[in-house]
């Protein structure tokens, strides 16, 4: 792992060591604590204090660390990670008996808004679904990748790890790998089953197939494992080859699928369950997207219900994605 090599400290090493191969943590998680972890040896060392890491740092160091990040405009998630980082370290060397105590455990971490996810709108959807040429080999990936990840509600890293021996398509279901390579079941729909046929036909078919990685589902043009840059990439331009903001990412369709799943009646638990979310809070964030479909429905259905609110009093979850439909418009 090229993080690794470039981190000059042994405990530091070990930490990400553990976390990839004890935690199952992906290489993304892994690469920013390590980058976290840096940046606080760093800033030790700027203010002479190098040689006290780890074994003698305390909380007045940390607290000092943060308020340099502070200073300089990084965000509360970003700071926030980095505590969590620092506890996650500290708490790998106690249980190594390097250190007797964890003093970044009485760090309180800042207090992060909740931000509503952007989703598409079904017709958007549509839009963006329709828009690979599924005639050729790459068309016919991309067009898999946008059914899938629509229809399973999967992670970019998820899709893209995904082996031939995770798919039943017979049964349609789908074998994840989620965050702490914590393994899952998804369903998906006869659509995206429908595109991944078709998909793993072009590769039966190709005149490289050859030197094709036999094991890895979605493969760039040279063959190999596709990557969650690319998917991000092909995504961005099929968004704007559909009328749609270049800012759609894997993750707005993540949160169109959970969206409209909600808005159709489907049980928060089972919505849950399906991300992979581990809190169900995290999964409760769409119920506030979704306020404004159960409102329609309440007044349209209830019997005495049937004057609607005041304008300005209405619950409105339009607004979460009023930047793409004024995007689109």
Same mark, same amino acid.
């Given at each position: 792992?090229?993080?690794?090599?470039?981190?000059?400290?042994?405990?530091?090493?070990?930490?990400?060591? &553990?976390?990839?191969?004890?935690?199952?943590?992906?290489?993304?998680?892994?690469?920013?604590?390590?980058?976290?972890?840096?940046?606080?040896?760093?800033?030790?060392?700027?203010?002479?204090?190098?040689?006290?890491?780890?074994?003698?740092?305390?909380?007045?160091?940390?607290?000092?660390? @943060?308020?340099?990040?502070?200073?300089?405009?990084?965000?509360?998630?970003?700071?926030?990670?980095?505590?969590?980082?620092?506890?996650?370290? &500290?708490?790998?060397?106690?249980?190594?008996?390097?250190?007797?105590?964890?003093?970044?455990?009485?760090?309180?971490?800042?207090?992060?808004?909740?931000?509503?996810?952007?989703?598409?709108?079904?017709? @958007?959807?549509?839009?963006?679904?329709?828009?690979?040429?599924?005639?050729?080999?790459?068309?016919?990936?991309?067009?898999?990748?946008?059914?899938?990840? &629509?229809?399973?509600?999967?992670?970019?890293?998820?899709?893209?790890?995904?082996?031939?021996?995770?798919?039943?398509?017979?049964?349609?279901?789908?074998?994840?790998?989620?965050?702490? @390579?914590?393994?899952?079941?998804?369903?998906?729909?006869?659509?995206?089953?429908?595109?991944?046929?078709?998909?793993?036909?072009?590769?039966?078919?190709?005149?490289?197939?050859?030197?094709?990685?036999?094991?890895?589902?979605?493969?760039?043009?040279?063959?190999?494992?596709?990557?969650?840059?690319?998917?991000?990439?092909?995504?961005?331009? &099929?968004?704007?080859?559909?009328?749609?903001?270049?800012?759609?990412?894997?993750?707005?369709?993540?949160?169109?699928?959970?969206?409209?799943?909600?808005?159709?009646?489907?049980?928060?638990?089972?919505?849950?369950?399906?991300?992979?979310?581990?809190?169900?809070?995290?999964?409760?964030?769409?119920?506030?997207?979704?306020?404004?479909?159960?409102?329609?429905?309440?007044?349209?259905?209830?019997?005495?219900?049937?004057?609607?609110?005041?304008?300005?009093?209405?619950?409105?979850?339009?607004?979460?994605?009023?930047?793409?439909?004024?995007?689109?418009?």
């Amino acid at each position: 792992m090229s993080t690794l090599s470039r981190i000059n400290h042994a405990d530091i090493n070990a930490f990400l060591v &553990y976390l990839a191969s004890v935690r199952g943590m992906s290489a993304h998680t892994v690469r920013n604590y390590g980058v976290d972890l840096a940046q606080f040896l760093n800033h030790l060392s700027d203010a002479g204090q190098a040689d006290l890491f780890p074994d003698q740092v305390t909380h007045i160091m940390i607290r000092s660390f @943060m308020a340099e990040l502070d200073a300089k405009g990084s965000s509360r998630q970003t700071i926030a990670r980095k505590i969590a980082a620092l506890r996650s370290f &500290y708490k790998y060397l106690q249980r190594q008996g390097r250190v007797a105590g964890n003093p970044a455990r009485v760090i309180h971490t800042p207090k992060l808004e909740k931000k509503i996810p952007t989703f598409l709108t079904i017709p @958007m959807m549509e839009k963006l679904l329709s828009a690979p040429n599924c005639g050729a080999f790459t068309g016919s990936r991309d067009k898999a990748i946008l059914e899938l990840i &629509y229809s399973a509600g999967l992670r970019s890293f998820e899709l893209v790890g995904l082996d031939h021996d995770d798919l039943d398509l017979d049964r349609r279901l789908l074998r994840l790998k989620g965050k702490g @390579m914590k393994e899952r079941i998804n369903p998906m729909g006869r659509f995206a089953v429908q595109a991944l046929e078709d998909y793993l036909a072009h590769k039966t078919i190709h005149p490289d197939r050859a030197r094709f990685d036999t094991k890895a589902v979605f493969l760039n043009f040279r063959g190999q494992r596709l990557t969650t840059r690319s998917v991000r990439r092909m995504l961005s331009h &099929y968004a704007s080859l559909a009328g749609l903001p270049d800012d759609v990412s894997p993750h707005t369709l993540r949160h169109s699928f959970a969206t409209h799943l909600l808005q159709r009646g489907a049980d928060l638990r089972v919505v849950q369950e399906l991300l992979g979310h581990e809190n169900i809070s995290t999964t409760q964030i769409y119920t506030h997207i979704t306020a404004n479909e159960m409102q329609r429905i309440y007044l349209e259905s209830h019997p005495r219900a049937d004057e609607p609110l005041d304008a300005e009093i209405q619950i409105s979850a339009e607004s979460a994605i009023a930047p793409l439909a004024a995007k689109t418009a």
